[in-house]
């Protein structure tokens, strides 16, 4: 679980609950039509936008923000390097037994395709097209997140001009205008508390959490291409290294 993300919600809700008890009950910001209004209307918008099965799969989406975790690129380099020094020493058909061990499926497949010998140019091709579908998903995930974070200040907008047409059509009966205005000023608390707390950080946290596995799987693009040929492991282990910060590269020196 990633405890940036829920610590930063956590702390975020926490502070505005604070703020709002020292001064009032948090019953009077609980309204019914505001939250319909914008909660409705931002899944309504969303609808229109994307498609239903790319909208049903934000939830798939919201979990990743929460619990998605990026192999340690260190750790991806030294496995690499047993890998280069084993099929240097025993030939790459040494590596097929390891691919029932190897839990990440675009790793396996690459070694997998340079244990049946394939050409180096071949398996990039492969290879390649599979970061770029990876990149559109995660790009189509964080711009569906990002457009909820658009419309819920927008819906909050709206619902604010509907308490204030409800306010001005009662202005003869005192007793209705409080309801009215409290609509009014309460869905754009909702639109604002939900774009900038919740869908705006979390579209953020999907776009670095893309960057973190694209890097990833650059990098293991590039070990599956050096040993495919047959360079040396004291090449491969500088070409990996050079993906890394100079503070965490490794020498197996």
Do not use: W
């Not at 948090?26 to 994307?50: E, M, R, W």
């Not at 309801?179 to 608390?189: E, R």
Request: net charge negative; proline share 5%.
């Amino acid at each position: 679980m990633d405890l940036a993300t829920v610590i930063g919600i956590v702390l975020a809700m926490g502070l505005v609950v604070s703020a709002i008890l020292l001064g009032s009950s948090l019953l009077i910001f609980i309204s019914a039509p505001s939250a319909l209004i914008v909660i409705g209307g931002t899944i309504g918008a969303t609808l229109v936008n994307y498609p239903l099965g790319s909208v049903l799969g934000v939830v798939g989406i919201f979990k990743k923000t929460f619990f998605s975790t990026v192999e340690n690129p260190s750790e991806i380099i030294a496995r690499f390097m047993d890998y280069a020094n084993r099929a240097r020493r025993e030939g790459i058909l040494s590596l097929e037994p390891l691919l029932k061990e190897i839990d990440d499926a675009y790793l396996r497949k690459g070694l997998q395709l340079t244990v049946d010998g394939l050409e180096p140019q071949t398996i990039e091709e492969i290879m390649q097209a599979e970061v770029d579908y990876l990149e559109q998903r995660h790009e189509t995930g964080a711009e569906i997140v990002a457009a909820m974070g658009a419309y819920a200040p927008a819906l909050g907008m709206i619902g604010t001009v509907i308490g204030l047409v409800q306010m001005l059509q009662s202005m003869s009966d005192p007793s209705t205008i409080g309801p009215a205005m409290a609509v009014a000023l309460l869905t754009t608390l909702y639109g604002a508390i939900l774009a900038n707390l919740f869908f705006n950080p979390l579209a953020g946290k999907l776009k670095n959490r893309s960057r973190e596995e694209l890097l990833t799987r650059e990098l293991i693009m590039e070990g599956i291409l050096s040993i495919s040929k047959g360079e040396n492991p004291r090449i491969i282990e500088e070409k990996l290294n050079s993906f890394l910060p100079p503070k965490q590269r490794q020498s197996s020196d």
